[in-house]
């Protein structure tokens, strides 16, 4: 079998076969068991398997929390340094302010590792500090 651009799938020609609608069966279904009763199982299949799926996504590890922790923590870095950038070339603006402002009210996870709350702690603080002095700036002038 071959994906042929946005087509889709195609096979050689050479391998196709045609089948009749009276070559198609069940094999040696059990007797004893009804429509109604396959239906029902495979519906309540269905509903289990798509809970059990948003149970999953719901459910966040160690390893993740970390990760998320992290990403936090490198963009409140890169805004400081968006906005460090901006006020050294005289180009400070309230988008960098935003910006830095929403990444700071981002939800912050705590994955148990002391020392990476004590960094992101001290992240959070330059960020809060340089949003106060910017409200002070603006106060004045």
């Given amino acids: 079998m071959k994906v042929v651009g946005p ?4 096979t050689p020609a050479s391998t196709r076969t045609t ?4 070559d198609f069966s069940l094999g040696q279904a059990p007797a004893a068991a009804s429509p109604s009763a396959a239906t029902a199982s495979t519906a309540t299949g269905g509903v289990s398997d798509v809970s059990a799926l948003m149970a999953l996504q719901g459910i966040e590890g160690p390893l ?5 922790a992290i990403r936090r923590g490198g963009g409140l870095l890169d805004r400081l340094d968006e906005l ?9 603006d309230e988008t960098s ?9 981002e939800e912050r996870t705590d994955d148990g590792d002391e020392g990476l709350s004590a960094l992101l702690d001290q992240i959070d603080l330059r960020a809060s500090v340089e949003l106060a002095k910017a409200e002070m700036r603006n106060k004045r002038g």
Wanted: proline share 0%.
């Fill in 19 to 22: 089948r009749s609608a009276s």
């Fill in 7 to 10: 087509n889709g799938v195609s």
């Fill in 64 to 68: 993740e929390k970390r990760r998320r």
């Fill in 84 to 92: 460090k950038l901006a006020l050294l070339t005289g180009d400070a």
């Fill in 97 to 105: 302010l935003d910006q830095l402002a929403r990444t700071l009210r």
